[in-house]
């Protein structure tokens, strides 16, 4: 399961205004525990992460624990507490692209941008994720930037799209 | 809402403007250009392909022409993939700027574009998806309409007799019926464990409660498997009609369909799919007019291995964090809320409704004696032909690879097969001809699993493949039960050790030992096959194994630290090719000397390796 040692998050609302869209998704949800990991879901994709101070308000909003909130949210790989980098990159850790060659890839990877997997670099540009199958087994070995996928990779390859977003 | 005669009207009328979907003499004027929006094309620019034909033919004012979003074709290498009806006419690897040659050439012309058929593995050029020896030996079930129809429309769907199945059941069959014959089929669950679907069924049903749920389990999590996301991705309303089916069966009023959140396509797909069949009174109170009410809803799941274990699967719909629930009570007891639930896999439903309308004896012709119908697998790894394979139970492995596969790429040997995913098992080259069933693979220390096949070729170290597996189930284990939590933690840290060249043969024999009490101590499927993959590479490759732990050799120079790639002085040329290749400028030479490679620098890349022309460069 995830790691989570630094759990020191920005706050995404505006004092005690709440967040535009955390207003429209608990307008949209009955206050019923069974909805905590749809509603996740969203704010995942809303955000890039799940804020602590986003974890607080569903906390009062479903009327459950904080904790059991926080359980749930790094229990699941889909949930960060971190944000994402500008450009997230996934290497696809999936039986038929480690096969043919994925772990060469990201160690690259983790060579270049010096971060773990799961880690965002200082500047906020790079992420690293491992991921498990894509889909694309056809194009294997694959990674994504930003769910743009890569397929036939190599080590070279991925260097020259490293390079190219590094300039960018 | 559609009245049954509705529904046939619709069904006739559109069966026969797609005719030429199935029949190549179809009389008709009309073309489709079939485009494969699967999520494997679809990483190969398939979307914008569908796109650039609907451009041209707008601009060119051609009639009579339609373009057509489908579900995989099952040939992924191939990819993108476009099909022409009614000639079948099949053109791989397809590119955007292709799109304009393939109207004017094949559509206004009337020829076939030579460099775009796609070729077979002994450079043969094929005209039809039919010819060639990939769909020969496939027996299409489960993978019926993917493929054929659009799967963003009900329509087509009604077409080729859908919902006809839940019609011949609510209308004339009753609940017992319907489990007896789905027992006579012999259909067995898909999802992995094989556990006869209809007895099942019947557990559900006599199971006492007035509340009941139907549960697909869409939360397809073996890495590098995608049979369910194409079945869901080509063909959703199949695996509705049959939840319908069974909620009629064992009376459930609710589903719930938990998918990954990782498979958008597959999604949205079904949503679209759940609306149509809304709208048309599928799903919703008074279906076919009977008493019979039915509705689904989409759970995603978000990215965790274990929820595809049935009882974490019902804790993670429930909200909380997937943890197995210790069995008994099955789900077929105590299940979603407490309430009696019938759980199945996506594949077990997309064969449902061909069983009820060809019936039990058709479907119990096809496979072995205790393995019923046919297997979809997800073909990959060293493999020529990588895709979606259905076969009929009892096809052998070296069908699978070398008929349908097409062979290993670059003709290199077949070292095993791995199937199962995490909780499976190698199949050595010796097992090739063992005829596929949950059986025999239970024999051969492996199992039938959810679909995932992954083909290897020498240059794979089986102990680096059983270290990946074992890091999987590391870090997808939920943490509730010690042997598999801390036990999987142990055994990966001696495989790593002896990947690094630092094991002894006191290592193999711990592995042994930690594998053995996991299988017998842990709570869940996860843990209890969670050692699957150490037991089955030691039991076929012992011996490297030991050339680890004993001469510190790995022999398909996978290990890194035991590995050290150097340049052969004699065969080296000078060419400086391996020099360009390298990403870290570790090999060193002047123009037309022998090239050097400088250790301290050396990532083990091995970009140099394929570099080389004069095949130079080696351990």
Redesign the interface.
Known sequence: ?QENEDIDVKCCCDGNKKDKFIEEIFAEYQPI??????M??EI?EHYGYVPMEVQKDLSEFLSIPMAEIY??VT?????SLKPKGKYNISVC?????????S??IL??LL?RLQIRPGETTEDGLFSIEE??????????P?FTVNGE?Y?KA???KL?QVLDKLMNS | MKTIKELHQIREEKRKELDLRVNTKADTREKHILVCQGTGCTSSKSPEILEEFKRILKEKKIENVRVIKTGCFGLCAKGPIVIIRPEDTFYAMVKPEDCEEIIQTHIVEGNKIERLLAKDMDGTKVNSLDDLNFYKKQKRIALKNCGVINPEEIDEYLAFEGYLALEKVLTEMTPDEVIEEIKESGIRGRGGAGFPTGKKWELTKASEGKQKYVVCNADEGDPGAFMDRSILEGDPHSVLEAMAIAAYCIGANKGYIYVRAEYPIAVKRLQIAINQARNYGLLGNHIFDTDFAFDIEIRLGAGAFVCGEETALLESIEGKRGQPRVKPPYPAASGLWGKPTLINNVETYANIAQIILKGSKWYSSIGTENSKGTKVFALGGNVNNIGLVEVPMGTTLREIVYDIGGGIPNDRDFKAAQTGGPSGGCIPKEHLDTPIDYESLKEIGSMMGSGGLIVMDDTKCMVSLAKFYLEFTVSESCGKCTPCRIGTKRMHEILEKLCNGEGTELDIYKLEKLASNIQKASICGLGQSAPNPVVSTLRYFREEFKEHAIDKQCRALECKAMSKITINEEKCKGCGLCQKSCPVNAIQGEAREKRVINQDKCIKCGTCLSSCPFKAIGN
């Open positions: 399961m525990k069974d909805n905590l990991i749809q996740l879901n995942q359980g749930v229990f699941y790989s889909r949930f850790m999936g039986t038929a692209c480690y096969v043919k060659g772990q060469k160690d690259r060579e991921t498990r199958c894509v889909g694309a087994c056809g194009l294997a694959v996928v397929g190599t080590v070279q260097d």
